[in-house]
């Protein structure tokens, strides 16, 4: 019997390995006809050390920690398992056979007991999570669940994936018990006790002690047996199903984080990635030296590099991209795991599974083919236009995902090329594309009026270039940016921020007529050359005065001049306003004193995503908060790295929003939700999109900038100045 038994489990492997190699052979080769992806593979003493710490530390889980310790035991037993399978086939025909060297270790033997059970317990509560997330897409005619992450994931797969490595760690628990009886007859191991040595199967194993050592021998033989068939069935099944990437994040999502973009380990996030042209980043200063037949964005999955490629493949269906994503949650098609799924079937010239079908369908989401071919235009036959222009890029999706998915560059990469190929876009773009290259700003107004909101101040401004000489006689350049000179409500943050730093004994001064638009919402519109055009203007305005550091009161300003000029080769010190102030305060150099108790208010802080998310500033803007003891801060549902859009971002600020409910007026839900009197903010995008969200609502949160009440606390102090936020406190 055991010489039949271990026949059909050589035959099961050889078969199983063939098909898994056919798999990842077929993976391998539709990453690799990818275009050139530079800088992914190396230096690789940084990049493997960033990577085993991430996957060790499970640090990406951390906003789910019960789903990430059960995760983290599954994978460690997952590997575990890997030496005691080679051990099997051995153990048919000889079952108390041990691996060489460790096998009969005591401290080898406790971690296999401890993980095999833990894994079995870990498997229980992933299959809970996911059960307790309801999702039914098959009718494509329903409402979505907006309550399930795991929405438009291919179900079947995911429970399969785990039903059988808990099968495999029940084989192995099994095997041991029986071990353990058949062992109990030694007189070594009667005298060591046997629990030594199977610390928690023992116990089992004492059930069988009246077995015969044949019965025992066949149990062990045919549980091994199991254990082999049992794991060839998920080789063989996961090497036919090469879009199972459920099963294959395990092998690529390891390899993914290796590739990922930044090499200190952060997202992809700040920075949106160069625009690659002939595998080189695009220049608009080079314009004249790109062959004719240059290639702008990403139009077909083929004209994707081969990390993009490897992204799509890595994705674990886990739904945490979709589970924060403002567009999804207020009704749009955009759901970034669908997006990636959707790009992952291209890829591999797959059909959609029923459940991904389904959800795509039921969305909005799917594309105008049904079979799209391989050199098929993305947009729109793959990717719904709709689903491309709801994202507002705020990046919740790729600080979410465990794999570093880097979503938003894919969608950058598409847009790019629906502008600069297609012209294809918004409607309302082309007025904003316009006014970006006539004006230089967003609103098309002249760049006279940039100098409008410093008029009526009790103090002169100074001008580069007019005023002062060098950017070396100032402390830092004040960077007004397009809201901050021409919309009402960032003009009023510039003044209060101007009145700080003069009150503070700051020297600062200012661009005048001389700025122009940083090019951030260009840039994430996809209109690379405009957002170059600009960029590169400043650049050299900045060379021309010496400016090195500068103040901004706009996070995404503090983005693109902080993060992304350096592609193009200026590089700055540049800080938010809430830094500066909240260092200000802290020398002394500002006096902040609270309002009296009867006139505090409760107030929740809004994060702006390009403050925090993307450039990682979370406790600036609460220490000045908490320094003005309005009141006690009350935090929003989302907030922090979880925190929701206000909709404004990805250039969303200049398009209208007609799908689903705006994501502006549900972020003023959540602060309403909390009893806020005050919605306080650091980004003129956030005030203008919210303040717009609370104009048409009653008794509405009123919307603010940080600035404008850390200005009311220092002019508390300078009426009453020997009060100070200390000494209430």
Not at 192 to 197: A, D, L, R, S
Request: aromatic share 8%; with cysteine; hydrophobic share 45%.
């Amino acid at each position: 019997m055991k010489i039949l038994l271990l026949i059909a489990a050589i035959i099961a492997t050889v078969v199983a390995i063939a098909l898994f190699v056919r798999g990842a052979l077929t993976i391998v080769r539709t990453i690799m006809s990818g275009t050139a992806s530079p800088d992914r593979l190396g230096p690789v003493g940084p990049r493997l050390a960033a990577a085993v710490t991430e996957v060790l530390s499970h640090r990406r889980f951390r906003a789910r920690r019960l789903v990430s310790a059960a995760h983290w035991v599954v994978m460690v037993s997952f590997v575990l398992l890997v030496p005691t399978l080679a051990m099997a086939y051995v153990q048919i025909v000889q079952p108390t056979a041990e691996l060489p060297l460790i096998g009969g270790w005591v401290v080898w033997q406790w971690l296999l007991e401890l993980f095999s059970v833990g894994g079995l317990i870990a498997i229980a509560v992933l299959f809970a999570v996911r059960l307790g997330h309801p999702s039914d897409p098959d009718d494509a005619d329903r409402a979505r669940d907006w309550r399930s992450r795991f929405f438009g994931s291919t179900r079947w797969q995911a429970f399969f994936v785990e039903a059988v490595i808990a099968g495999v760690l029940i084989c192995v628990l099994a095997m041991h018990s029986l071990t353990s009886a058949l062992l109990a007859r030694s007189p070594q191991t009667a005298a060591e006790g046997g629990w030594v040595h199977f610390p928690l199967t023992y116990g089992f194993g004492r059930l069988f002690w009246d077995a015969s050592p044949a019965a025992l021998e066949t149990g062990i033989a045919v549980f091994a047996t199991a254990k082999i068939l049992i794991s060839m069935a998920w080789l063989a099944v996961v090497g036919l199903g090469t879009t199972m990437s459920v099963a294959w994040h395990r092998f690529l999502g390891a390899v993914n984080v290796y590739a990922r973009r930044e090499l200190d380990g952060r997202p992809a996030l700040g920075a949106a990635a160069p625009m690659l042209v002939d595998g080189k980043p695009f220049d608009i200063r080079e314009l004249d030296d790109l062959s004719e037949d240059a290639v702008f964005g990403v139009g077909s999955i083929d004209q994707f590099g081969w990390k993009s490629l490897l992204d799509f493949a890595s994705c674990s269906e886990c739904g945490r991209c979709q589970d924060l994503c403002p567009a999804w949650n207020t009704g749009k098609p955009l759901s970034p795991k669908l997006f990636t799924i959707a790009l992952r079937d291209q890829a591999a010239a797959a059909a959609h599974s029923l459940d991904v079908f389904a959800a795509l369908r039921s969305s909005g989401a799917a594309g105008s083919s049904e079979r799209p071919g391989r050199d098929a235009a993305l947009v729109p036959e793959v990717i719904s236009p709709d689903v491309l222009w709801s994202c507002t890029t705020c990046g919740a999706c790729v600080d979410q995902c465990p794999v570093d998915i880097e979503h938003v560059d894919h969608i950058i990469d598409l847009r790019r090329h629906q502008v600069m190929v297609e012209s294809e876009f918004p409607d309302e773009f082309a007025g904003l594309f316009s006014n970006l290259d006539g004006k230089g700003n967003p609103w098309g107004l002249p760049p006279r009026e940039r100098l409008g909101w410093a008029a009526g101040l009790e103090f002169p401004v100074p001008v580069l270039g007019v005023d002062v000489t060098n950017a070396d006689e100032v402390d830092h350049l004040l960077w007004v940016g397009c809201a901050g000179a021409y919309d009402e409500k960032g003009k009023k943050t510039t003044r209060a921020v101007a009145e700080l730093l003069h009150l503070a004994g700051v020297k600062f001064a200012v661009l005048g007529q001389s700025e122009t638009c940083c090019g951030d919402a260009a840039r994430r519109a996809g209109n690379e050359a405009t957002y170059q055009g600009l960029a590169v203007q400043n650049i050299e305005t900045f060379a021309e005065y010496g400016v090195n550091k500068i103040v901004v009161t706009c996070a995404h300003c503090l983005n693109s001049l902080g993060r992304e000029y350096g592609q193009l080769g200026g590089g700055y010190q540049v800080e938010h306003h809430t830094v500066v102030l909240n260092r200000l305060i802290r020398e002394g150099r500002l006096n902040v004193v609270a309002p009296p108790e009867a006139e505090r208010t409760p107030i929740t802080y809004h994060d702006p995503c390009y403050l925090g998310r993307h450039n990682g500033e979370y406790d600036a803007p609460r220490a000045l908060l908490a320094s003005l003891q309005e009141a006690e801060l009350v935090e929003m549902d989302h907030h922090g790295a979880e925190s929701m859009c206000c909709g404004g971002g990805g250039a969303r600020m200049w398009a209208e929003e007609s799908l689903g409910t705006r994501i502006s007026a549900s972020r003023l839900d959540e602060a309403e939700a909390v009893g806020a009197a005050t919605v306080a903010t650091a980004c003129p995008f956030c005030s203008i999109m919210l303040g717009d969200a609370a104009a048409g609502r009653t008794d509405a949160p009123a919307v603010t900038d940080v600035a404008h009440l850390v200005l009311a606390g220092v002019k508390r102090g300078l009426d009453h100045p020997t009060k100070s936020s200390r000494t209430e406190s």
